[in-house]
C-alpha cells in the first residue's frame, strides 16, 4: 500500500513541539472543540442521539472531547506511519461509527478555532498549516477502511 | 432569505465595532496564503510571497488584507439583503478577477481563525455560529453572480 504522506519533516517537526506545548491541555481542548461543533454545526448532533446532554460542557461532551484529543495525542505519537498507527482506530470509525467522512474536517475546524483562541501566539500561520495538514492526514488514516 | 435574530444582528455588529481592521486583515489575507498557498495564485503581482515570513511583511498583502476586511462593512450595514447588496462585487470576482469561489470559504475560515485569536474565550460557541452564519451568507453571495 503506497503511503501518501504529506507531511514534510518539517511539518511533523512543528506539530510534535506544538503538541509538547499543548497536550497537557488535551482534554479542554477536545471538550471545547466538541462543544463548539455541536453548536455550529447541528447536523454533528445526528451521531449523538444516545446522549442526554448535548450542551457545551455536559459529562458527555467533556469525557468524548477527552477521548477524541487522546486520539489526536496517538496520531502525534504515530505521525511517521498514520496508516498503521490508527488501523484499529479506523476500523473502528469505518464499520462501527460509520462517522461520514466529512465530519472529520467539520471537526478539525473546531480544534484550529479552539487552539487558536488558546493560544493564540502559538497558533502562528506556520504552525497553523502544519497542524491542518496533520488533521487531514489523520483523517485521510481514519477513513481508509470505508470502502 | 436568511433570517437573522437580534443576538445574532448583536454579535455581529459587536464584533466589527470592536474590530482593529489594520491588524485583521493583513493578517487573515496572509494566514489564508500561508495555510493555503494556492492561493498565491491570485497575486502573483504583490511581489515576494517566497515563505511565510515574506508574506506577513509583504506591503502589498498588507495593504489588500484592510481593503478586503472593509469590504465586509455594506454586508455587516445591509444584513438583511447581502445578496443584493454583493452582486456586483460577485460579478466583479467572476468576471475580472477571475477568482474561484472555493478560495472565499478559505479566507473565511482563515478569519475566522483571527478573530478566535483575538478574542479568546469571549468567542464562545454562539458567537462562532453567529460569525461563521455571516461569512456563509457573505461567501454566497459572492459566489451568486458566476456562471
Request: hydrophobic share 45%; proline share 4%; aromatic share 10%.
Amino acid at each position: 500500500m503506497t503511503n501518501i504522506s504529506t507531511l514534510s519533516a518539517k511539518d511533523k517537526e512543528t506539530v510534535k513541539t506544538f503538541w509538547a506545548k499543548i497536550s497537557s491541555s488535551g482534554d479542554a481542548i477536545g471538550a471545547d472543540a466538541l462543544s463548539r461543533m455541536l453548536v455550529v454545526y447541528p447536523q454533528t448532533k445526528t451521531y449523538f442521539s444516545h446522549w442526554k446532554d448535548l450542551s457545551p460542557g455536559s459529562a458527555p461532551v467533556l469525557k468524548h472531547g477527552a477521548t477524541v484529543m487522546g486520539g489526536v495525542g496517538e496520531a502525534v505519537a504515530k505521525i511517521d506511519d498514520l496508516s498503521a498507527g490508527l488501523l484499529s482506530l479506523s476500523e473502528l470509525h469505518a464499520f462501527t461509527l460509520r462517522v461520514d467522512p466529512s465530519n472529520f474536517k467539520v471537526l478539525s475546524h473546531n480544534i484550529l478555532v479552539v487552539l487558536a483562541l488558546m493560544f493564540p501566539t502559538d497558533f502562528t500561520p506556520e504552525v497553523h498549516v502544519a497542524m491542518d495538514k496533520f488533521l487531514a492526514a489523520v483523517a485521510r488514516a481514519l477513513s481508509e477502511k470505508y470502502r | 432569505m436568511v433570517v437573522w435574530s437580534e443576538q445574532e444582528r448583536s454579535i455581529i455588529n459587536s464584533i466589527f465595532s470592536s474590530l482593529d481592521y489594520n491588524d485583521a486583515g493583513p493578517k487573515a489575507l496572509s494566514r489564508c496564503l500561508i495555510v493555503y498557498p494556492w492561493t498565491q495564485r491570485y497575486f502573483a503581482s504583490f511581489g515576494n510571497l517566497y515563505n511565510a515570513e515574506a508574506i506577513k511583511s509583504n506591503p502589498n498583502v498588507q495593504a489588500h488584507g484592510i481593503k478586503v476586511l472593509h469590504g465586509l462593512d455594506r454586508a455587516v450595514k445591509n444584513m438583511d439583503n447581502i445578496k443584493a447588496t454583493y452582486a456586483e462585487l460577485s460579478v466583479l470576482h467572476s468576471e475580472k478577477l477571475h477568482v474561484d469561489p472555493d478560495n472565499f470559504k478559505l479566507l473565511a475560515d482563515c478569519l475566522t481563525i483571527v478573530i478566535a485569536a483575538k478574542m479568546g474565550s469571549a468567542f464562545t460557541p454562539e458567537v462562532q455560529a453567529a460569525f461563521q452564519k455571516f461569512l456563509a451568507v457573505v461567501v454566497s453571495a459572492l459566489g451568486k453572480q458566476y456562471h
